[in-house]
């Protein structure tokens, strides 16, 4: 079992919907948690940083960690044609350096 | 800032061959990663480096893999001899602790394929 999971997809939705992405983890260690999203060949390029447990709000995007669950989730409101990417979790332990990513969910928002 | 450099873009070599890539990081940036993407097995973290020296290569797949890092603004990893199971983007991202927390920059990534 990996120690990140994150349902691959592909998931579609209409413009303007709510979109939620999703990962659970089984390392009780993991405190710092972050999403990542990645334009096809593009790099990834950091979206959303958490600490431990709670909610996180950017704009039109929200993050959110249960760490009793170990499931972390991002929320984009209005979603945009640009928003079509794939959105990659990621993990670490103390120090917040080393990351553990999840497999990447692919994402397209249609007009 | 011109972000994180790496060459070459894309590299297709036969098997047995020797690969070299590339990474520039963002100056100022202290730590270094390399990683490897497929569609099976997702971004994984080979190796990272701290001030040019070498923390944790556990992630490094086979004695076929090495990576150097001579100085802050340059590393390199090495695929020696290629095989066709080491096709996949590989990425180098840098990153540097501000206010208690690291923010790693990829770079574009270099896509390898080994025939």
């Known amino acids: 079992q990996k120690e990140v999971e994150q349902d691959p997809g592909p998931l579609s939705v209409p413009e303007g919907a709510i979109v939620s992405l999703n990962c659970t983890y089984s390392n009780s260690a993991f405190q710092y948690f972050m999403w990542y999203r990645q334009y096809s060949r593009k790099g990834p390029e950091l979206l959303m940083y958490t600490y431990s447990s709670g909610n996180k709000e950017d704009g039109r995007f929200t993050a959110q960690v249960d760490k009793s669950s170990k499931y972390i989730s991002l929320f984009i409101r209005d979603s945009q044609p640009s928003d079509s990417a794939t959105y990659l979790c990621?993990?670490?332990?103390?120090?917040?350096?080393?990351?553990?990513f999840g497999t990447g969910t692919q994402l397209k928002v249609e007009l | 800032d011109a972000g994180v450099i790496q060459s070459p873009r894309h590299e297709v070599t036969e098997m047995g061959q020797e690969v070299t890539l590339r990474c520039k990081p963002i100056s100022g940036h202290d730590y270094l990663f390399w990683y490897r993407q497929t569609m099976m097995r997702g971004l994984e973290l080979l190796i990272y480096?701290?001030?040019?020296?070498?923390?944790?290569d556990s992630g490094m797949p086979e004695d076929r893999f090495s990576a150097k890092m001579p100085n802050a603004s340059f590393s390199t990893l090495k695929i020696q001899p290629s095989e066709p199971r080491d096709s996949a983007v590989y990425f180098c991202a840098s990153s540097l602790r501000l206010a208690g927390r690291y923010e790693q920059y990829f770079g574009p990534g270099t896509r390898l394929t080994v025939t």
């Open positions: 990621a993990m670490s332990a103390g120090g917040g350096n080393k990351l553990t």
């Open positions: 480096f701290n001030n040019n020296v070498p923390i944790d």
